[in-house]
């Protein structure tokens, strides 16, 4: 079975890119190019994992993950950040909010799979101890 991705971000050629390289690696690949529309296909979809950019014209993507993490079904996907910016106080804040992972473009495509791999099966042993 395919673990479902959802990929957040505005950029439409990093998504393709990104969609594509995931796809090949056995991920079933989903894309929302803004944080609104993020926010719904998370909703419909319930992926396993989120990749999430944060600069974004609508909202960023940190408050795109606060308003997930509000939400029961949307709290307990694990979410690895892709972003541009490389401050230390981003990646602090990232933690707080507590992400599976966080990356700064360009990535290791590698790294980003096993952190990704690494997310869904924890999260997969997190939903397993819950329901027994």
């Known amino acids: 079975m395919s673990h479902k991705v959802l990929i957040i971000d505005d950029e439409w050629m990093i998504a393709r890119a990104l969609s594509a390289r995931l796809g090949a690696a056995g991920f079933e690949m989903h894309t929302a190019s803004d944080g609104f529309s993020g926010i719904e296909a ?7 994992a989120i990749l999430l950019d944060l600069r974004m014209p609508d909202i960023d993507g940190f ?3 606060r308003r997930m993490r509000l939400e029961p ?3 307990i996907i694990p979410v690895i950040i892709l ?5 230390d106080t981003v990646r602090q804040e990232a ?11 360009p990535y290791d495509p590698e790294l980003l799979i096993a ?3 690494r997310a869904i099966s924890r999260k997969s042993v997190l939903s397993y101890g819950e329901s027994s």
Do not use: I, Y
Not at 42 to 48: G, T
Not at 83 to 87: D, I, R
Not at 95 to 100: D, K
């Open 42 to 48: 998370a909703r419909k979809l319930l992926p396993d």
């Open 63 to 65: 408050e795109v993950l």
């Open 73 to 75: 079904s949307l709290g």
């Open 83 to 87: 972003t541009a910016n490389v401050q």
């Open 95 to 105: 933690r707080v909010l507590g992400t599976a992972g966080f990356f700064c473009k």
């Open 115 to 117: 952190c990704l791999k």
